[in-house]
């Protein structure tokens, strides 16, 4: 069974920085590119961030390029998500989803989702 | 930038209704359309991939169409468990729609 457990999130001030983990298990990890979505309180999807299988190529979206570093650990089947300077508009709950293949390429799609981890930016 | 734009943002219907949630590309993204629907408090579970590809284990009452701009999600039958938000996402740049909230009537 596939599961993805992600931990770290806190709550942080404005300027702080936080890392978050994603543990995943029951698949081969190093096969798969994976993802980062988050969703603010009461708002939709929004994708963040995504890595390829053998962490080759990294991809951020506009609102986070230059603060966000995504990587990977294919040893410890792990996936991470470093947040630096953060803002109050980074405040939302973020899942780690595996893709349905190792490229991330044109066509894809998250086919596992964790169940989150919420990240609260604030004074 | 490609902006996803899904109509309507809220709908309300009856158990046994047939429903249509459509999502505009502002360009063409050919077939790369995913469709996912998200429960409260839960994660989003991937419905239809490449605007008509359903994922295993997805009852066949829901069905996808179209490509280039324009796409639609379909379900035939709607049942109790299908209440939820549905959200369209381009697998060109990753967007994703606004969400579309399917409401009891």
């Not at chain 1, 961030?49 to 053998?54: D, K, L, R």
């Not at chain 1, 040893?75 to 293949?101: F, P």
């Not at chain 2, 109790?80 to 009537?105: H, I, M, N, V, W």
């Amino acid at each position: 069974e596939v599961q993805l457990l992600e931990s770290g999130g806190a709550l942080v001030q404005p300027g702080g920085s936080l890392r978050l983990s994603c543990a995943a298990s029951g698949f081969t990890f190093s096969n798969y590119a994976m993802s980062w979505v988050r969703q603010a309180p009461g708002k939709g999807l929004e994708w963040v961030s995504a890595i390829t299988n053998s962490a080759g190529r990294a991809y951020y979206a506009a609102s986070v390029k230059g603060r966000f570093t995504i990587s990977r650990d294919n040893s410890k089947n792990t996936l991470y998500l470093q947040m630096d300077s953060l803002r109050a508009e980074d405040t939302a709950v973020y899942y780690c989803a595996k893709d349905h293949d190792g490229e991330h390429g044109n066509g894809y799609h998250c086919d596992y989702w964790g169940q989150g981890t919420l990240v609260t930016v604030s004074s | 930038d490609i902006q996803m734009t899904q109509s309507p943002s809220s709908l309300s219907a009856s158990v046994g209704d047939r429903v249509t949630i459509t999502c505009r590309a502002s360009q063409s993204i050919g077939s790369y359309l995913n469709w996912y629907q998200q429960k409260p408090g839960k994660a989003p579970k991937v419905l239809i991939y490449d605007a008509s590809s359903l994922q295993s284990g997805v009852p066949s009452r829901f069905s996808g169409s179209g490509s280039g701009t324009y796409f639609t999600l379909t379900i035939s039958s709607l049942q109790p468990e299908d209440f939820a938000t549905y959200y369209c996402q381009e697998s060109y740049t990753d967007k994703f729609g606004q969400g579309t909230r399917l409401e009891t009537k």
